[in-house]
C-alpha cells in the first residue's frame, strides 16, 4: 500500500473576492470549534482507553481464523504475513496490522466468498486495533524526521515572485523535478547534483541582476513562447482586444528600458506550406494591450510567390512578422494575434465559414500563429522603474557614507525573508558576509552592483535554497520534540503557499507566538484567504488529482475530431475553480465526490450536452444530470485515465482505488500480455468483452477483480469524458460487484458506493494532503495522526479547514525526532 510504505528519509541527512470573504467567514467559525483544548492536549492527546469489545487474546483468534490462511510465511499473500504476531506487543507490529486495519476497513478484505467474521466481530476488531495502535503511537510519539531537501522548482519561483515581486520562467533556469508518493516536493528526490547546483547559481546570478536592473550583467537572451498545435485560432483568444481572433498572450518581463526583437512564425503544413494564404489576414502585435506593430500576410502577391519557390515565400513572411520594438523594463503583457474579418470581406463574393482545423497536410482555412520568440535587450537606456526595484532599493543614498547603512538595511530585509528566520549578526554572520560582498561589488562599480552581487550571495546561498531544520544540541540523538516556531512557519507557508513566509508571519514565529493555538488558527484562516493559496489548487490538487498530465494527454484526432486544446484549457479550469470552491466557501471535502454544480464555458457546455451556456467565460451553474456530479464526471479526470484512442476502465479503476480509496492495486506482474485490440477484419468487441478474455489469465484475475468493476462504471463516458450509451455497436453495460460485495451499475451508483462510509476517502484524502505537507512518504507511525485528524474534521462534517487545521496541529507536523543511528527509515 503506497500509504504505508516505509518512512521515507527516517535516518537521512472566481468569484475571487466575494468568495474570499465568505469563506473567511466560515473558516474562522469552523476553525473556532477546533481550538477549545489547550495546545498541548493536540500535541500530546489523552492515552485512549484499549476497546474493551475484544482482547488481545480474542483479536488473535479472529486473526488466525480468517486471516493467517493467506497471510503465513509460507504463502505472503500480498506481502503481508500475520502468522505468529503477539497481540499483545500492538507497536512492535504497527506496519502489518495498520494495513489489516486499511483492508477490513475499506470491505476489500477477506475476498468475496471466503470466510469472513460477522459485523460485530468484523466492528470490534477494526476497534481493538485502533484503539491500541492509537494507544501506543500517543504514549511514544514518533514523529519521524524531514531530511535536508531544497526547494523545488515551484517553490523557487514562488519565493522570487514573494521576495524580489519579480516573476520569472523556472522552466528555463532550473529542470523538472522528479516526484515521489505522487508530489515532487519529496525531500527523498530532492537531491543536489553538481550540475544541478551550478543551475541554482546561474539563476541567482540572472535573478538578480534582473531584479536590480544591473545592465552589465544582462546578455541578450532568448525566449521562446509556442501555441500547441491543436489550440482553435479561429474565435477571440481571452485577454486580447476585442475584433482580434486566435494568436496567443503571454506575460513576459523585460529586464530594461530598451529594444526587443518579436519574432512572429506562423503554423506551416507537413509540406512547409502556410495556411489560410489565399486571402490577406493582417497581424497585430500589441504591448500592454496597444498595437506596436501591425503586417499583413496572404492574399494573391503571397499565393504567387509560394508557387513559384516556397522557401523564398516562407522567409519573406518571416520578415514582415519580425519587428524591432522600444520597450519599458517590467512585466508586459504581449499578444499577436489577427485582425478578424468575415469570410464575406475576404473576397468580394461569400465564402464558406473558415473553421480551424489540427490537420497537417491541408493549406486551407486560417492562418495560426504557432510561436513568440523575443530577444533582447538591445541598444539600452536604463533600468527603468520595475516592481523589483521598487522593493527591493526602498533605501537610496544621497553620499557615500550613507551607502554601507543603507545596503545593510536592504541586504538584511531580503536576507531575513530568503533564509525564513533571524539573521545573525557580528563577525561571520549573515549580516557581516552580506556586507563583504556589497563592498566587493561595489569597488568594481555603482551602489546598485554591490546590492546585486550581495543579493546574488542571498539567493545562492544554501539557507535560501535549502529548507533547513536544526536539532537543539541539547536534546539526545532519537528525542522527540517541537519544533520552533521559525521552522513551524517555513512548514505552514510551505504548505498552504508553496513559498516563503511573509513579514507578518515570520515575525510571530520571531517573537514565539506561534505556540499560542488562538494566534496560529488566526494565521491559518488570514493565509487561506490569501491568493497565494491558490498553491493547493495548483500543486497539491494538480498533483493528486493527476491534473498536470491533462497538459501533455493527447487523444487521438481520428477518434475524436471534436477535442482540442480549447476544450482541454476548458477542463482544467472547470476543475480548478471547483477545487477553489471547496477551499474558499469552506466546504466538506466530501462536496468533491457528491457536489451538484460545476464551472464551465460554452465549449465546456456543449461537450456535456448543458444548454443555454454561452461565451468563453466561465460560470457556476446546477448539474441536473446525476453522474456528472462530483470529481467522477469530470472532464479532465475521465480524460487523464484514458487511453489516447479508448477508455481504460483499468487505469480508471487504478485512479480511484489509488486516489479516493486509498488501496492501490499491487503492480502487475512481470510478461503480462497486453489488452487484445480491435483491429481490422475482426468483429468489434467491447471493452467488457476484451477484459473477459484477459481476466482468464490466473496472473492477471487477481487484480482485475478489483479495478475492472470500477471501471466498468465508468463506461458511460468515452476517452475524453464525453457521455455515451454504445461501444463498438453494442449498449454500454457498466454493471459490476465492488471488492466488498457492493453492486454498482453507471456513475451515480459508484459514487454512492464510494461516499457510503465517508471515513474512506476523507482518510485518503488527508493521507496525501499530509504527505504533501510534510514532504516525505507516511509511514505505520503517521496512521494514528491521520485517524486524530479525520476524527477532529467529523465534527464538522470533514469541512476543508477542519483537514488542514488537524494537519497543522498533529504530531508530525508539529514535532521531530533528532537525529539517531537508531531511528528506522
Not at 210 to 215: K, Q
Not at 223 to 252: C, E, F, M
Not at 475 to 486: E, F, K
Not at 727 to 744: R, Y
Request: charged share 25%.
Amino acid at each position: 500500500m503506497a500509504c504505508l510504505k516505509p518512512r521515507a528519509g527516517g535516518s537521512k541527512l472566481l468569484r475571487r473576492s466575494a468568495l474570499v470573504v465568505i469563506g473567511l467567514g466560515v473558516w474562522v467559525g469552523t476553525l473556532g470549534t477546533l481550538t477549545t483544548a489547550p495546545r498541548a492536549a493536540v500535541l500530546q492527546a489523552q492515552l485512549p482507553q484499549p476497546a474493551s469489545s475484544l482482547t488481545a487474546v480474542q483479536a488473535k483468534a479472529v486473526v488466525d481464523k480468517y486471516c493467517v490462511g493467506c497471510h503465513n510465511e509460507r504463502t505472503r499473500s500480498g506481502g503481508l504475513v500475520l502468522e505468529g504476531l503477539d497481540f499483545a506487543r500492538i507497536a512492535a507490529h504497527a506496519e502489518p496490522l495498520e494495513k489489516v486495519v486499511r483492508k477490513l476497513g475499506t470491505g476489500s478484505m477477506p475476498p468475496q466468498g471466503m470466510p469472513a467474521p460477522d459485523q460485530p466481530t468484523h466492528d470490534a476488531l477494526i476497534a481493538f486495533l485502533v484503539g491500541e495502535l492509537d494507544r501506543a503511537a500517543a504514549a511514544r510519539p514518533d514523529p519521524g524526521r524531514a531530511i535536508l531537501r531544497r526547494l523545488n522548482r515551484t517553490e523557487y519561483a514562488n519565493a522570487i515572485r514573494d521576495l524580489l515581486d519579480l516573476e520569472i520562467n523556472v522552466s528555463t533556469l532550473l529542470p523538472v523535478d522528479n516526484s515521489s508518493y505522487g508530489f515532487d516536493n519529496i525531500g527523498d528526490v530532492l537531491g543536489v547534483s553538481p550540475v544541478l547546483m551550478e543551475r541554482y547559481l546561474t539563476a541567482a546570478r540572472r535573478i538578480s541582476a534582473v531584479a536590480v536592473g544591473d545592465a552589465a550583467e544582462i546578455p541578450v537572451i532568448a525566449d521562446t513562447y509556442r501555441v500547441r498545435p491543436d489550440t482553435a485560432q479561429d474565435k477571440h483568444l481571452d485577454g486580447l482586444p476585442l475584433g482580434t481572433r486566435g494568436g496567443l498572450i503571454v506575460t513576459h518581463t523585460f529586464p530594461l528600458d530598451a529594444e526587443y526583437t518579436f519574432f512572429v512564425r506562423l503554423l506551416t503544413t507537413t509540406v512547409s506550406n502556410i495556411r489560410g494564404l489565399e486571402y490577406p489576414h493582417d497581424l497585430v502585435l500589441l504591448v500592454d494591450g496597444a498595437e506596436v506593430a501591425r503586417a499583413s500576410v496572404g492574399g494573391k502577391e503571397d499565393i504567387d510567390k509560394s508557387f513559384e519557390n516556397a522557401t523564398a515565400q516562407m522567409e519573406a513572411i518571416n520578415a514582415r512578422l519580425t519587428f524591432r520594438v522600444a520597450v519599458k523594463a517590467g512585466p508586459r503583457t504581449v499578444a499577436a494575434a489577427f485582425v478578424h474579418k468575415s469570410a464575406a470581406l475576404a473576397n468580394a463574393t461569400l465564402q464558406p465559414y473558415l473553421q480551424t482545423t489540427s490537420d497537417t497536410v491541408d493549406y486551407t482555412g486560417v492562418p495560426h500563429v504557432e510561436s513568440l520568440l523575443l530577444t533582447g535587450p538591445y541598444n539600452v537606456s536604463g533600468p527603468g522603474d520595475t516592481p523589483s526595484r521598487r522593493r527591493l532599493l526602498f533605501c537610496k543614498p544621497t553620499t557615500a557614507a550613507e551607502e554601507r547603512d543603507c545596503a545593510t538595511k536592504i541586504l538584511s530585509t531580503v536576507a531575513r525573508r530568503a533564509y525564513r528566520r533571524p539573521l545573525t549578526e557580528g563577525p561571520g554572520g549573515d549580516v557581516q558576509t552580506l556586507l563583504e560582498f556589497f563592498e566587493m561589488g561595489r569597488r568594481k562599480g555603482t551602489f546598485e552592483a554591490g546590492i546585486e552581487l550581495g543579493l546574488r550571495r542571498i539567493l545562492a546561498s544554501p539557507d535560501f535554497v535549502f529548507r533547513m531544520e536544526r536539532d537543539p544540541a541539547t536534546l539526545t540523538p532519537g528525542a522527540v520534540y517541537r519544533v520552533s516556531d521559525v521552522e513551524l512557519a517555513s512548514r505552514l507557508s510551505f504548505f498552504l503557499w508553496s513559498s516563503i513566509p511573509d513579514d507578518q508571519l515570520l515575525q510571530l514565529a520571531s517573537q514565539g507566538r506561534l505556540q499560542d493555538n488562538a494566534v496560529l488558527d488566526q494565521q491559518i484562516v488570514r493565509m487561506m484567504a490569501d491568493p497565494k493559496a491558490r498553491a493547493l489548487v495548483d500543486n497539491f490538487a494538480g498533483q493528486w488529482l493527476y491534473l498536470r498530465n491533462l497538459r501533455g494527454h493527447i487523444p487521438d484526432q481520428t477518434e475524436f475530431p471534436d477535442f482540442d486544446h480549447t476544450l482541454r484549457s476548458a477542463m482544467l479550469r472547470e476543475m480548478e475553480l471547483f477545487f477553489d470552491s471547496i477551499i474558499r466557501e469552506n466546504r466538506s471535502v466530501l462536496d468533491l465526490m457528491t457536489a451538484d454544480y460545476t464551472f464551465v464555458n460554452e465549449r465546456l457546455a456543449r461537450h456535456y450536452r448543458i444548454p443555454n451556456v454561452y461565451g468563453s467565460h466561465f460560470r457556476r451553474v446546477t448539474l441536473k444530470q446525476d453522474e456528472r456530479r462530483g470529481l467522477l464526471g469530470k472532464g479532465a479526470i475521465l480524460t487523464v485515465t484514458s487511453y489516447a484512442t479508448r477508455t481504460s476502465p483499468v487505469v480508471r479503476g487504478k485512479w480511484i482505488l489509488e486516489n479516493i480509496v486509498g488501496t492501490p492495486p499491487p503492480p502487475p506482474p512481470p510478461d503480462v500480455p497486453a489488452l487484445e485490440e480491435n483491429g481490422q477484419g475482426k468483429k468489434p468487441r467491447s471493452m467488457r468483452e476484451r477484459l473477459e478474455e484477459h481476466r482468464r489469465n490466473p496472473v492477471c484475475a487477481q487484480c482485475h477483480r478489483l479495478m475492472d468493476p470500477i471501471g466498468f462504471a465508468l463506461e458511460p463516458f468515452d476517452a475524453v469524458g464525453a457521455a455515451r450509451s454504445r461501444e463498438s455497436g453494442s449498449p454500454i453495460d457498466g454493471s459490476g460487484q465492488l471488492a466488498n460485495g457492493v453492486k454498482v451499475s453507471g456513475p451515480a451508483s459508484l459514487r454512492e458506493a464510494l461516499v457510503s462510509d465517508p471515513n474512506v476517502f476523507v482518510t485518503t484524502m488527508t493521507e496525501k494532503m499530509l504527505t504533501y505537507a510534510l514532504g516525505r512518504g507516511l509511514g505505520a507511525a503517521d496512521m494514528p495522526a491521520v485517524r486524530t485528524i479525520v476524527k477532529g474534521a467529523a465534527g464538522t462534517n470533514y469541512r476543508f479547514s477542519s483537514i488542514v487545521a488537524g494537519i497543522v496541529k498533529s504530531t508530525p507536523f508539529q514535532m521531530r525526532a533528532k537525529e539517531s543511528l537508531s531511528l528506522k527509515p
